[in-house]
């Protein structure tokens, strides 16, 4: 079955550090990979996704996501985090179960130190 | 920017009672969702439309929800009757076609008491 895995539910950084978020999936065919924010109470805002093509996706914010198809993993980085970074991140694997769905994982919350 | 509206934001009620969500998609949206996020969980799809027609809703709880997309643009989803398991935040996404790109609404918080 189809999963993503979040190993870190916290994560606490210094502002003007760099950040990585992990995420990890189960797919059995090539997929379709996405970042999505979520800021508290709010809906969720796609910070960068990954079809095919160059492993390395450029997204919104100064965010960027490396696919590792041998790892299966689809980290997101950002070399300086500011404090309005700090929310929820949740990474997703496009996939076709009984129909095409997003399969988000559980999320990491990142706080950020002044 | 277009965005996917929803509403209400918030809806407080006792179980038992009816509640009703709205969306309306990003204009010209024919893919429109509804996901169920549970506080500290990732969201999880209730129910898809392709247009006007129902594509998935193996995950939606058919004895108390029902959703509907009935001019094949916005969209309400009701429970009825509300339990308490059913707190939770309910987002809606629309993308322009199938498997593309979702876009996701501020989502409506219900609280059920």
């Known amino acids: 079955a189809q999963s993503v895995t979040q190993p870190d539910i916290h994560i606490t950084v210094s502002e003007g550090a760099s950040l990585e978020l992990r995420c990890n999936y189960s797919?059995?065919?090539?997929?379709?990979l996405f970042w999505y924010v979520q800021s508290p109470g709010q809906g969720l805002q796609l910070l960068l996704k990954?079809?095919?093509?160059?492993?390395l996706v450029q997204g919104i914010k100064g965010f960027e996501a490396e696919f590792k198809r041998s790892q299966s993993s689809f980290n997101l980085r950002k070399p300086s985090v500011h404090w309005s970074d700090a929310a929820e991140y949740f990474c997703?694997?496009?996939?076709?179960?009984?129909?095409?769905?997003?399969?988000f994982g559980s999320g990491t919350r990142l706080l950020v130190r002044p | 920017e277009a965005e996917v509206a929803q509403s209400p934001r918030y809806k407080i009620t006792e179980k038992s009672q009816a509640v009703a969500f709205w969306c309306d998609p990003i204009?010209?949206?024919?893919?429109l969702y509804w996901y169920r996020q549970i506080l500290g969980q990732g969201p999880e799809l209730l129910v898809q439309?392709?247009?006007?027609?129902?594509?998935?809703d193996s995950q939606l709880p058919k004895d108390r929800f029902s959703a509907e997309r009935l001019k094949g643009v916005d969209s309400t989803l009701k429970i009825q009757p509300a339990e308490l398991g059913d707190s939770a935040m309910y987002l809606c996404?629309?993308?322009?076609?199938?498997?593309?790109?979702?876009?996701f609404g501020p989502g409506t918080r219900l609280l059920v008491l």
């Open positions: 996404a629309s993308s322009l076609q199938y498997q593309e790109t979702q876009y």
């Open positions: 797919y059995g065919a090539t997929p379709y």
């Open positions: 990954y079809f095919s093509g160059d492993t």
């Open positions: 997703a694997v496009g996939a076709m179960d009984s129909s095409y769905k997003l399969i």
């Open positions: 204009s010209g949206h024919a893919t």
């Open positions: 439309f392709q247009d006007e027609s129902v594509v998935d």
